[in-house]
């Protein structure tokens, strides 16, 4: 990494912590679920994007995550810092299950069987049997955490929703430093690899079945990450809150950051928490028509993704400035 790299993510970080000092507290709310997308983003970006399986189905395991995070802290009492990991945990062992008997399917064959489980899931969560841990249709409700108290020793006066915002931070810093440094090692290549061609990468012994299930189970451990922080920040799940809806906002989100591209899950997130609602400004009428012509122009200017147009125009830029350096006498 060089300088003007490392340079420029030092800004970005100062600027996304003085943020929450210089908005109002919904803006804060909204910038935190950007957060939470862009982990969940990211994790379904190491499936699609880095190994080539299609899900339509992540947002089951974002539901997980948000039912373990509510659950231990609503029945057992837990903190809601220590539900993270628990719900990251529970949704390792369930993908990496799930992606066991996915192993034979590839293609649509393999997103329809992502879809299927992304529908059955909330109605799941709804059986009669379940509601004494699940709350049935009702959900459960949650406490949003305050500040640490060491920080008001020290000072530092802030409330729930700066809190949040900074703890939601600091766990997106870890698991996209966690997503680098995976994707920049052995495992990474493989995935990759497999994504190119399956057949190439198990002929330079690339054991494609194990790759295969642990990728599925790396992305539905960061979607149910996403989903602990989610509950935590919402203060309330309920099954109609994770549709098949949210699996399909999901997909578009890294396609339109971009697809194979770590920076591109934030984009994506961008794009799906204000879009909408810049549509639904637009026209109280037809939001979702303004949504489409928005998601249309994205995808006929930018066919890479929004890391991919960057990428580009940076470096467009990086050779105008060689060339007119080298026509200088």
């Known amino acids: ?6 340079a420029g993510y030092t800004v970005l970080l100062l600027i996304a912590c003085a943020l929450p000092f210089v908005v109002s507290e919904y803006r804060t709310f909204q910038f935190t679920l950007v957060l939470i997308y862009s982990i969940a983003l990211l994790g379904l970006n190491i499936l699609t994007g880095f190994n080539g399986q299609i899900s339509l189905g992540h947002g089951a395991f974002y539901a997980i995550g948000a039912y373990c995070a509510a659950i231990l802290m609503d029945k057992a009492g837990i903190p809601y810092w220590a539900t993270i990991p628990a719900a990251g945990a529970v949704c390792l062992v369930a993908g990496f299950l799930f992606g066991l008997p996915a192993l034979r399917l590839e293609g649509l064959y393999l997103a ?3 879809f ?3 529908v059955s899931l909330p109605q799941l969560l709804k059986y009669h049997h379940l509601e004494e841990w699940t709350g049935g249709v009702q959900g459960i409700v949650i406490t949003k955490p305050d500040a640490p108290e060491f920080l008001t020793g020290l000072g530092v006066a ?9 703890f939601t931070l600091a766990v997106t810093i870890v698991m996209f430093l966690l997503a680098w440094n995976l994707l920049r090692g052995r495992i990474g290549r493989a995935m990759m690899a497999i994504r190119d061609n399956h057949v190439a990468a198990e002929a330079m012994g690339v054991d494609n079945s194990m790759v295969k299930s642990l990728t599925f189970g790396v ?3 960061f979607t149910g990450i996403a989903g602990a922080l989610g509950a935590i920040a919402v203060q309330f799940v309920a099954p109609d809150s994770f549709n098949i809806f949210l699996s399909i906002t999901f997909l578009i989100g890294i396609v339109i950051g971009g697809l194979s591209s770590i920076s591109g899950a934030l984009y994506g997130a961008l794009f799906i928490q204000f879009v909408p609602n810049i549509a639904d400004e637009i026209s109280k009428a037809a939001p979702w028509a303004i949504f489409g012509l928005f998601l249309l122009g994205f995808i006929y200017l930018m066919p890479m993704g929004v890391a991919g147009a960057i990428r580009m125009g940076l470096a467009r830029l990086t050779r105008k400035v060689h060339n007119k350096q080298a026509e200088k006498p």
Do not use: E, I, P
């Open 219 to 221: 992305s539905a451990m």
């Open 112 to 114: 329809l069987a992502t």
């Open 158 to 166: 802030l409330n729930q929703d700066q809190w949040l915002y900074f």
């Open 116 to 118: 299927a489980l992304g």
């Open 1 to 6: 990494m060089n300088k003007r790299v490392l």
